[in-house]
Structure formats: structure tokens, C-alpha cells
């Protein structure tokens, strides 16, 4: 009885034995039992640190527009402010004089461009943050409200200039005013500098708007 289960124990062993393990060719085993295909693991998110290096490049851009803006915006408004022209020939009653706060569309010209320099120096250090901390939400949205309110600001102070720079020049017969720009060439030629600089102010302005607002619609 017993020699009949060691036979069949004995038979079963090469059977189970040829199942774990394979020859090579050169008479050695090779145990494939357990040999499995790695894993692949498959994901379709975008990786954070992809993310975060285009919006620091956005955030960047901002910071250049920003500056930019600076530049004009202070730019015109120094222009303006020092604005001036004294005719070399007068009269023993009347002097030919020409400055830019005898007009109160240049008055609302200067203020409003300083003011909005001033207001972009200030928001540097959110736009830096924004440089370190791409993903940061709060300060991006801030300083796209800073930048709707400056831009039509700057805006209507260059309109307003504009105008009265484009009177300067060609005159108005119906309201019977002369151009003065023959007389004062260099008062004119300042004026309509000053007034390029806060159309260009305003146009980084209008960029920076749609930078930042790129980078919100990305979060």
C-alpha cells in the first residue's frame, strides 16, 4: 500500500516540476513560474511642474509690460509737466508765453498719468509674486483690476489732450480760435510727444490686461 503512493508520488513529481521550470539548451533550468511583465502605469493629468513654468513665463511678461507701462505713462507725464515756451520778441505790455497748466486738459493730463505710474509702482511686488508663486491666484487677480481701472484712465487723459493738441495745430474756425502751433512750435512738438507716450502707456496696459487674464483662465 505504501510502495503503491511513493510510485505515484514518484510519477508526479517530473510532471510538476516540468511545469515550474524550463530548460535553457544547455542542460541548465530556468524557473518561470513567478517571471510577470512589468507594470506600466499610464496617467493623462499634466504634470504640475509644466504648468507652473508657463504660467511663470506669463507672469514674467506681465512684469515687463508692467515696467513698460511705468516708463510711458511717468514718461508723458514729465514731459508734460515741464512743458514750456517763452517767444523771444514781446511787447512792453504783453509777453508771449506758452505752459502747460494754462490748460486744464493738460492739468488732468499730467495728474492722471503720475497717478497711474505711481499706482503700477506699486503693484510690482505683486507682479514678483506672481514670478515666484505661478499658481497664486489672489495677487494675478488683483493686479488685472488695477490694470482695468488705469487703462481707460490713461486713456481719457490722452483723448483730452489730444484734443486740445490737435486744436493747437490746425485751429477751429467756427469757434474762431487760431492755431498757435506756428508761433509755439516747440510747446506743440513737446505736447504731442507726451501725449504718443500715454497712447502707448495705455496700450501695455491693455497687453498686461489680456496676459493676466490668460493666466487666470489657465488656473
Not at 100 to 120: R, S, Y
Not at 166 to 171: I, S
Amino acid at each position: 500500500m505504501d510502495s503503491g503512493k511513493e510510485v505515484e508520488e514518484s510519477s508526479t513529481a517530473p510532471i510538476l516540476e516540468s511545469k515550474r521550470t524550463r530548460s535553457n539548451g544547455k542542460g541548465k533550468s530556468i524557473d518561470v513560474g513567478d517571471a510577470r511583465p512589468p507594470a506600466v502605469v499610464v496617467t493623462t493629468k499634466a504634470t504640475p511642474l509644466r504648468k507652473g513654468g508657463m504660467k511663470k513665463g506669463i507672469a514674467i511678461l506681465d512684469f515687463i509690460l508692467r515696467l513698460s507701462a511705468i516708463g510711458s505713462s511717468l514718461g508723458a507725464a514729465a514731459l508734460m509737466g515741464t512743458n514750456e515756451q517763452i517767444l523771444p520778441f514781446f511787447t512792453q505790455f504783453l509777453q508771449f508765453h506758452a505752459q502747460w497748466d494754462d490748460f486744464p486738459m493738460f492739468k488732468f493730463f499730467v495728474g492722471a498719468n503720475a497717478t497711474a505710474g505711481g499706482i503700477l509702482i506699486l503693484s510690482l511686488p505683486f507682479a514678483i509674486v506672481c514670478i515666484v508663486r505661478p499658481l497664486a491666484i489672489g495677487p494675478r487677480f488683483l493686479l488685472v483690476i488695477i490694470d482695468l481701472v488705469l487703462m481707460p484712465l490713461v486713456v481719457a487723459s490722452a483723448s483730452a489732450a489730444a484734443a486740445i493738441v490737435y486744436l493747437a495745430h490746425n485751429g477751429s474756425q467756427d469757434a474762431n480760435w487760431n492755431a498757435i502751433c506756428q508761433q509755439f512750435n516747440d510747446f506743440c512738438q513737446g505736447s504731442s510727444l507726451s501725449v504718443i507716450a500715454s497712447f502707448v502707456a495705455a496700450v501695455f496696459l491693455a497687453c498686461s490686461v489680456v496676459v493676466s487674464s490668460l493666466a487666470l483662465k489657465r488656473s
